[in-house]
Nanobody, 126 residues
């Protein structure tokens, strides 16, 4: 069984920063064998892709809406993936989810990922 647990969400003013963490665990789960992604879902909207990082950390891709403001990183030794969010905007308000894909590089669709966390709320006030 694989568990992904997000943390670090909260309330922040526009222009501020937050760093989300995603801790992965499982009896036979090795983070280094999984590409990781971040998604978000705002109220009344569909879940959308935020960014992804390859299993080695050597490649990242981001949605246009967050490019230049958000950065994904990973520490395989700690089985943790991070989402650094800077210059936050009210439209970034959403529940943020991390997800794991059993491939070297994940895609931009939810269907590309095998395991999901329960999400953490990020609220950006104007």
């Amino acid at each position: 069984q694989v568990q992904l647990v997000e943390s670090g969400g909260g309330l922040v003013q526009a222009g501020g920063s937050l760093r989300l963490s995603c801790a992965a665990s499982g009896r036979t789960f090795f983070l280094s064998r999984y590409a990781m992604g971040w998604f978000r879902q705002a109220p009344g909207k569909e879940r959308e892709f935020v960014g992804t990082i390859s299993w080695s950390g050597g490649r990242t891709d981001y949605a246009d809406s967050v490019k230049g403001r958000f950065t994904i990183s990973r520490d395989n030794a700690k089985s943790t993936v991070y989402l650094q969010m800077n210059s936050l905007k009210p439209e970034d308000t959403a529940v943020y989810y991390c997800a794991a894909a059993g491939t070297s590089y994940g895609g931009t669709g939810s269907y590309d990922y095998d395991y999901w966390g329960q999400g953490t709320q990020v609220t950006v006030s104007s």
